[in-house]
C-alpha cells in the first residue's frame, strides 16, 4: 500500500517561498505520475503540478514560472518548490501518485493528508 506523507508547509508573506516534500513508501516498481493538488476553504480540489510517468512536467497557468516540481527517486520524495508566493496561493496541499497519468485530474488512487500554506499580503 502507498503511503504519501507531505511536510514543510507553513505561514509566510506575498513574495516569500516555501519548499513543499512528499515522502512516499510502499511503491511496488515501475513507475509513477505524480502530481501536487491545492483546495482552499470553499473552493475545489485543482491540481497545481504534475510529473508523469516519462519524466514530463506539467504547470498550472496560475503557478506557472513560480512553481517547481521534482523528485528525487533514490529518496522516493516528490518536491514543489513554491516562489513569489500570492495570498490566493493560501490553501490545503496534497500529494498524490497512481500508475496512471491522471495529471491535474483528481482521480489518483493515492493521497496524502496534506499540508496548509498561507500567504499572507
Known amino acids: 500500500q502507498v503511503q504519501l506523507v507531505e511536510s514543510g508547509g507553513g505561514s509566510v508573506q506575498a513574495g516569500g517561498s516555501l519548499r513543499l516534500s512528499c515522502a512516499a513508501s510502499?511503491?511496488?516498481?515501475?513507475?509513477?505520475?505524480m502530481g501536487w493538488f491545492r483546495q482552499a476553504p470553499g473552493k475545489e480540489r485543482e491540481g497545481v503540478a504534475s510529473?508523469?510517468?516519462?519524466?514530463?512536467?506539467f504547470y498550472a497557468l496560475s503557478v506557472k514560472g513560480r512553481f517547481t516540481i521534482s523528485q528525487d527517486k533514490a529518496k522516493n520524495t516528490l518536491y514543489l518548490q513554491m516562489n513569489s508566493l500570492k495570498p490566493e496561493d493560501t490553501a490545503m496541499y496534497y500529494c498524490?501518485?497512481?500508475?496512471?497519468?491522471?495529471?491535474?485530474?483528481?482521480?489518483?488512487?493515492?493521497w496524502g493528508r496534506g499540508t496548509q500554506v498561507t500567504v499572507s499580503s
Open positions: 498524490a501518485a497512481d500508475r496512471i497519468d491522471w495529471w491535474f485530474v483528481a482521480k489518483y488512487n493515492y
Open positions: 510502499g511503491y511496488a516498481s515501475g513507475n509513477y505520475c
Open positions: 510529473i508523469d510517468r516519462d519524466g514530463r512536467t
